[in-house]
């Protein structure tokens, strides 16, 4: 009888949460050896991944370098009407443009949130220029900046945009392109709806990682067991002891690692108007205010944080970027 509880609980408990992490880290790990890791049989593997695609609604992805790919760098960009369109409007405005890889509509400080790549400095001046233009009737105030890098979580590409790729042959682009349909995709697979071979798909998944353009065959929810997503942007009045109080705020993102992996998807260093982007997902508005945006104000509070913040409403493009739950709660401390 304990021996059956305690089987139980760990299907329900550990073994749930440990696939998903894997699932995230390296989504093509056979159900083989998914099984041996864990001990348990392929059959209750398959199983409990089925089960958690149903309950979160799993997307397999793929986690690219923009930049790998020939893009310039990727921006974050954030808009507030004086009117707000209403959706329809807003998707009316951003569903054909392949430089737009997420569009979340929201509400607080900011309307509009889109994550913007594959445009050169160039390129962007006259895009910005155009959309300012197509947005004017509605008196945006809009905040551009530049993704320097992800300290966690990352946003996937669009295969529209992967079609603009200047590095990648035409063959290369519609693997890519497979994989990042369903980067749990079998190898016959690509072969036969990639029309090539064997010998060339194997040299392709090679290739890719080994320059770094694919750098995670991973995957998102986007069903998290949460319902307050937000997100929010800051600048600072930067310091002489910048670098000092970056590592203690570094120090204690480590520290309370078990306690915010799961709120937090997107942390973001970023230039421009905010100097960190970032994206979460609260189940209420007590865990919001223990490790939302409030607690910068300590963390930062010698650098004077100023903050923007909206509650994301839906999407209008792209994907949630929600990473999969990778602790459970009886784990955190």
Same mark, same amino acid.
């Given at each position: 009888?304990?021996?059956?509880?305690?089987?139980?609980?760990?299907?329900?408990?550990?073994?749930?949460?440990?696939?998903?992490?894997?699932?995230?880290?390296?989504?093509?790990?056979?159900?083989?050896?998914?099984?041996?890791?864990?001990?348990?049989?392929?059959?209750?593997?398959?199983?409990?991944?089925?089960?958690?695609?149903?309950?979160?609604?799993?997307?397999?992805?793929?986690?690219?370098?923009?930049?790998?790919?020939? =893009?310039?760098?990727?921006?974050?960009?954030? /808009?507030?009407? @004086?009117?707000?369109?209403? %959706?329809? +409007? $807003?998707? #009316?405005?951003?569903?054909?443009?392949?430089?737009?890889?997420?569009?979340?509509?929201?509400?607080?400080?900011?309307?509009?949130?889109?994550?913007?790549?594959?445009?050169?400095?160039?390129?962007?001046?006259?895009?910005?220029?155009?959309?300012?233009?197509?947005?004017?009737?509605?008196?945006?105030?809009?905040?551009?900046?530049?993704?320097? =890098?992800?300290?966690?979580?990352?946003?996937? /590409?669009?295969? @529209?945009?992967?079609?603009? %790729?200047? +590095? $990648?042959? #035409?063959?290369?682009?519609?693997?890519?392109?497979?994989?990042?349909?369903?980067?749990?995709?079998?190898?016959?697979?690509?072969?036969?709806?990639?029309?090539?071979?064997?010998?060339?798909?194997?040299?392709?998944?090679?290739?890719?990682?080994?320059?770094?353009?694919?750098?995670?065959?991973?995957?998102?929810?986007?069903?998290?067991?949460?319902?307050?997503?937000?997100?929010?942007?800051?600048?600072?009045?930067?310091?002489?002891?910048?670098?000092?109080?970056?590592? #203690?705020?570094?120090?204690?993102?480590?520290?309370?690692?078990?306690?915010?992996?799961?709120?937090?998807?997107?942390?973001?260093?970023?230039?421009?108007?905010?100097?960190?982007?970032?994206?979460?997902?609260?189940?209420?508005?007590?865990?919001?205010?223990?490790?939302?945006?409030?607690?910068?104000?300590?963390?930062?509070?010698?650098?004077?944080?100023?903050?923007?913040?909206?509650?994301?409403?839906?999407?209008?493009?792209?994907?949630?970027?929600?990473?999969?739950? #990778?602790?459970?709660?009886?784990?955190?401390?």
């Amino acid at each position: 009888m304990r021996k059956k509880r305690i089987k139980k609980e760990f299907i329900e408990g550990e073994l749930q949460y440990s696939l998903l992490l894997s699932l995230y880290k390296n989504s093509r790990k056979p159900i083989k050896a998914l099984a041996r890791e864990f001990g348990a049989s392929n059959h209750l593997i398959k199983k409990v991944i089925e089960d958690l695609e149903q309950k979160y609604s799993i997307e397999y992805i793929l986690d690219v370098d923009f930049e790998k790919l020939g =893009f310039a760098e990727s921006r974050l960009i954030t /808009i507030k009407f @004086e009117k707000a369109p209403n %959706s329809e +409007v $807003l998707k #009316e405005m951003i569903l054909g443009d392949i430089f737009v890889q997420d569009a979340y509509i929201a509400s607080g400080d900011f309307d509009l949130l889109l994550f913007v790549s594959g445009l050169s400095s160039k390129d962007f001046r006259s895009w910005q220029y155009n959309f300012r233009i197509k947005v004017s009737d509605y008196s945006p105030i809009i905040k551009f900046s530049a993704v320097n =890098f992800f300290t966690m979580g990352f946003f996937p /590409i669009r295969n @529209e945009l992967i079609d603009e %790729s200047t +590095v $990648l042959s #035409e063959q290369e682009k519609r693997l890519l392109k497979l994989l990042n349909s369903n980067s749990k995709i079998k190898i016959k697979d690509l072969i036969i709806q990639g029309k090539t071979t064997q010998m060339k798909v194997l040299y392709f998944l090679k290739k890719m990682r080994e320059q770094g353009i694919i750098r995670k065959f991973s995957a998102l929810t986007q069903n998290p067991d949460k319902r307050i997503f937000l997100a929010f942007g800051y600048t600072l009045t930067l310091s002489k002891t910048h670098d000092i109080l970056w590592k #203690e705020f570094a120090r204690k993102l480590e520290i309370d690692k078990k306690s915010t992996i799961n709120d937090y998807s997107i942390i973001t260093d970023t230039n421009g108007y905010y100097d960190n982007f970032d994206i979460c997902a609260f189940k209420d508005t007590t865990v919001l205010n223990e490790k939302g945006p409030d607690i910068l104000a300590s963390l930062w509070g010698k650098e004077k944080p100023k903050i923007e913040k909206a509650i994301l409403l839906d999407k209008i493009i792209g994907k949630w970027p929600f990473h999969l739950e #990778e602790y459970k709660e009886s784990q955190q401390s």
